[in-house]
């Protein structure tokens, strides 16, 4: 079946260093892969998405490249902020029947950057 | 604005009560879905509608009830829940796409005494 794993956290970065946070799938098919973002006391809000593999999703500095061959879509931003603390999810579409789609999320990785 | 708003944002109730949980979706979607959010767990999927057709039902007990009255509004309704329950619940919608991104409300924390 489909699944997707993500780094164990917490992350604890200074600002302004690097952060990835790794990223590996098993699907069949080809999904799509998304980020998505959570801030404390909110829902999950789309960060990036790639469709096809190479694709490179961005947005807000981050980025992610969607790689077949290692079936990875590693999350990395070159300079972290206070404000990037959050919990990411790694996710992918999968196809549910009945012409839906549904998302498989990772277990999410949360961040902490300090002053 | 999220263009998906769950009211109530907070409920606290007790084992024997019976609450029902509201999402409203303001950007024309044809899917949504509901989600359990515990602590060190990962998100879990409970149901999902298509065109107002429930499409999946995660194995999800019998004391959880959605409702989709239109592709717009998506209800769940509760009756005597567990303290195990007790969670943040995520409704999403989506268009019906492969690519389609899901977009999540803020969540409705909930606290079974």
């Known amino acids: 079946g489909n699944s997707v794993t993500q780094m164990e956290g917490p992350v604890t970065l200074s600002e302004e260093a690097f952060l990835t946070i790794n990223c590996t799938y098993t699907a069949t098919g080809y999904p799509s892969l998304f980020w998505y973002v959570q801030y404390p006391g909110e829902g999950l809000q789309l960060l990036l998405k790639?469709?096809?593999?190479?694709d490179k999703g961005s947005n807000k500095g981050f980025e992610a490249t969607y790689r077949k061959e290692t079936t990875s879509f590693h999350l990395e931003k070159g300079s972290v902020q206070v404000s990037d603390s959050a919990v990411y999810f790694c996710a992918l579409s999968r196809d549910s029947g009945a012409g839906s789609y549904q998302l498989t999320f990772g277990k999410g990785t949360k961040l902490s950057v300090i002053p | 604005e999220t263009g998906v708003t769950q009211t109530p944002r907070h409920l606290v109730m007790g084992m024997t009560n019976k609450k029902s949980l509201k999402c409203e979706q303001h950007l024309g979607h044809n899917a949504m879905y509901w989600y359990k959010q515990s602590a060190k767990k990962p998100l879990e999927l409970m149901f999902v509608?298509?065109?107002?057709?429930?499409?999946e039902n995660n194995s999800v007990p019998s004391r959880f009830s959605p409702e989709c009255p239109n592709s717009s509004h998506l209800f769940l309704h509760l009756h005597t829940l567990q303290p195990e329950d007790s969670a943040l619940y995520l409704c999403?919608?989506?268009?019906?796409?492969?690519?389609?991104?899901?977009?999540f409300g803020d969540g409705t924390r909930l606290s079974i005494l």
């Open positions: 790639a469709t096809k593999a190479d």
């Open positions: 999403a919608s989506s268009q019906e796409t492969r690519s389609g991104p899901q977009h």
């Open positions: 509608y298509s065109l107002e057709e429930r499409v």
